[in-house]
Antibody, heavy 123, light 108 residues
Framework: EVQLVESGGGLVQPGGSLRLSCAAS????????MSWVRQAPGKGLEWVSA????????YYADSVKGRFTISRDNSKNTLYLQMNSLRAEDTAVYYC????????????????WGQGTLVTVSS | SYVLTQPPSVSVAPGKTARITCGGN??????VHWYQQKPGQAPVLVIY???DRPSGIPERFSGSNSGNTATLTISRVEAGDEADYYC???????????FGGGTKLTVL
């Protein structure tokens, strides 16, 4: 059974930093790309970042580019999101999601999601 | 950047058919995926690759995609289907993922 468990959320001041983790189990972690998706309170889903299975390729939404860094440790089956220069608008539940890649550059979707971790940016 | 447009809300009586649309420029050329999210829960994939259902998703859920509109259809709607529904695509021009704004399905 696929399980994704996020941790590391909490209250942080504007301009501060936080590192989220996502512990994965139930599948061959290194074979799959992974992603972070967030949801601000009462709002819709917003894709944040993705990383290839090897970790060699990373992708970011414009809203977080230059401030957030996605990474993974395949020896620990763990995905990370380092968040720096946090802003009030980064307040959200952050979900870790397993990526299923379609062939022939048809893109990808998210077949499994964690329960999320809440990040609150406030003074 | 690519934009997906969903109606904010759709209402339907139990036993009837609900149709939730997702509009985008030439969306028929892209693969569309749909997620269901109930209050306080993580999203769940209900349709992928326009019209395929993951295991465990009832046959009442179906999808289609053509032209500028993709549609999620829920037949014989039940009270338990009440949730927010999001469409999602991958924009090949930017290599980024795009979600629609979400549609709240209310079962009357």
């Amino acid at each position: 059974e696929v399980q994704l468990v996020e941790s590391g959320g909490g209250l942080v001041q504007p301009g501060g930093s936080l590192r989220l983790s996502c512990a994965a189990s139930g599948f061959t972690f290194s074979s799959y790309a992974m992603s972070w998706v967030r949801q601000a309170p009462g709002k819709g889903l917003e894709w944040v970042s993705a990383i290839s299975g090897s970790g060699g390729s990373t992708y970011y939404a414009d809203s977080v580019k230059g401030r957030f860094t996605i990474s993974r440790d395949n020896s620990k089956n763990t995905l990370y999101l380092q968040m720096n220069s946090l802003r009030a608008e980064d307040t959200a539940v952050y979900y870790c999601a397993k990526v299923y890649q379609l062939p022939e550059r048809k893109g990808y979707y998210f077949d499994y999601w964690g329960q999320g971790t809440l990040v609150t940016v406030s003074s | 950047s690519y934009v997906l447009t969903q109606p904010p809300s759709v209402s339907v009586a139990p036993g009837k058919t609900a149709r939730i649309t997702c509009g985008g420029n030439n969306i028929g050329s892209k693969s569309v995926h749909w997620y269901q999210q109930k209050p306080g829960q993580a999203p769940v994939l209900v349709i992928y690759y326009d019209s395929d259902r993951p295991s465990g998703i009832p046959e009442r859920f179906s999808g289609s995609n053509s032209g500028n509109t993709a549609t999620l259809t829920i037949s014989r709607v039940e009270a338990g289907d009440e949730a927010d529904y999001y469409c999602q695509v991958w924009d090949s021009s930017s290599d980024l993922v795009v979600f629609g704004g979400g549609t709240k399905l209310t079962v009357l």
